[in-house]
């Protein structure tokens, strides 16, 4: 018995500098944030409480403009998961057939994750430029200027123009997740699906994507919850603008932090942001158990 007690003291003991760090780091911010949330509080003066009228704000008043900017971040979401996430699975497959250059193009699509968003940002806005964009300049040389565009200063397409940055830098990330599923797949059930007279479509479909179901399942969590979380290249692109077309909710958080002093507020926000996110991920896991059961 003493035996038993003694290693479970030592469990906890070693355990506890890494329980320390997961509670200052995570679980006090977020206690933080949900208590100043209920505050009426500049940052400066005393913080004054409020109780819910700031999340009852949020919802409710036209200034605020929450609702557009999770409405525009729940789109990016519903993007990422019909377009994003295919291509990077298609990718994936591809690549995970052995053909030639596999470790190149590996790569290659990894590249921009690795890159700085910021730099991202930059490079995307050389290409949007109206007057010497790669873009613009490749539709005037095709004999296409009616289609040049301000692409970022359009009210009607910059939400679109600012998607596709997004979603192009996070291809391969998705991409190397299921490429490494798929060269986890047992060979012997590829052999007896080929034994079967299973064509490649047919391998992929019923064989290859069941397989890896565990890490799809983690890659939409990663594109809805980060789709909720996007800032660092909207920010650069646009800064939410032009007239809140592009806000999402983290660069609206910002601009009511440090741009009108409502710390209450943006603390909200954050607290909105986490639910979320938690939300989705409760969400995703359901549905995916519940397809493994049927």
Not at 154 to 175: E, N, S, T
């Amino acid at each position: 018995m003493k035996k038993t007690l003694g290693y479970k003291v030592n469990i906890f003991l070693f355990l506890l500098p890494a329980l320390f760090l997961f509670v200052a780091v995570l679980i006090a911010p977020i206690a933080m944030s949900f208590y100043y949330s209920l505050q009426n509080w500049n940052g400066l003066k005393t913080p004054e409480f409020i109780g819910f009228q700031n999340y009852v704000e949020l919802f409710t008043s036209g200034s605020i403009k929450f609702t557009w900017a999770l409405k525009n971040a729940l789109l990016l979401a519903l993007f990422s998961t019909i377009i994003q996430l295919p291509f990077a699975l298609w990718l994936a497959l591809k690549l995970a057939k052995g053909i030639r250059g596999e470790r190149a193009f590996l790569s290659i699509y990894f590249m921009p994750v690795l890159i700085s968003t910021v730099v991202i940002g930059q490079l995307w806005l050389k290409i949007y430029n109206p007057d010497y964009g790669v873009l613009n300049v490749a539709l005037r040389a095709l004999g296409l200027e009616s289609w040049c565009q301000i692409w970022l200063g359009d009210r009607k397409i910059a939400l679109g123009a600012a998607f596709v940055p997004i979603l192009w830098q996070y291809v391969g990330y998705h991409m190397l997740l299921m490429y490494a599923g798929v060269k986890g797949v047992p060979p012997e059930l590829r052999e007896a699906g080929m034994l079967d007279g299973c064509t490649d479509g047919q391998l992929n479909r019923y064989i290859v994507i069941p397989y890896i179901k565990p890490i799809l399942r983690v890659s939409v969590i990663f594109a809805v919850t980060g789709s909720l979380k996007s800032f660092d290249l909207i920010y650069v692109l646009t800064n939410g603008g032009p007239v809140h077309a592009t806000e999402v909710p983290s660069t609206l958080m910002i601009s009511l932090l440090f741009k009108r002093n409502r710390y209450g507020m943006g603390s909200t926000i954050a607290v909105m942001l986490i639910l979320l996110c938690f939300f989705f991920a409760i969400v995703i896991n359901a549905v995916f158990r519940k397809e493994k059961v049927v």
